[in-house]
């Protein structure tokens, strides 16, 4: 069982910054990728970031250019630098762990944007 636990959200002003943080453990005996997700409340949830084990990165259009994925694969930690943050950004945050052939979601955790 592999479990994933998100940390570093809360609430920020317009134009600030915040990191999230999602450390992985258990049976982990390969990534594939991880995954940062977000559901701002009445919309589907949707794909922000991915990085692969070879630290290949993409971006949904509405993030690049301000959010940056890394990995730790040493820690088996992947985060997400969000910088000029807007209300828009607002949404629960979900990190997800692509095996070779499982996959695993983290709890959520609350990005507020406001003034």
């Known amino acids: 069982q592999v479990q994933l636990v998100e940390s570093g959200g809360g609430l920020v002003q317009p134009g600030g910054s915040l990191r999230l943080s999602c450390a992985a453990s258990?049976?982990?005996?390969?990534?594939?990728?991880m995954d940062w997700y977000r559901q701002a409340p009445g919309k589907q949830r949707e794909l922000v970031a991915t990085?692969?084990?070879?630290?290949?990165?993409n971006y949904v259009d509405s993030v690049k250019g301000r959010f940056t994925i890394s990995l730790d694969n040493a820690k088996n930690t992947v985060y997400l630098q969000m910088n000029s943050l807007k209300p828009e950004d607002t949404a629960v945050y979900y990190c997800k762990l692509r095996g070779i052939s499982s996959a695993y979601w983290g709890q959520g955790i609350q990005v507020t944007v406001s003034s």
């Open positions: 990085i692969t084990s070879s630290t290949s990165t």
């Open positions: 258990g049976s982990i005996f390969s990534i594939y990728a």
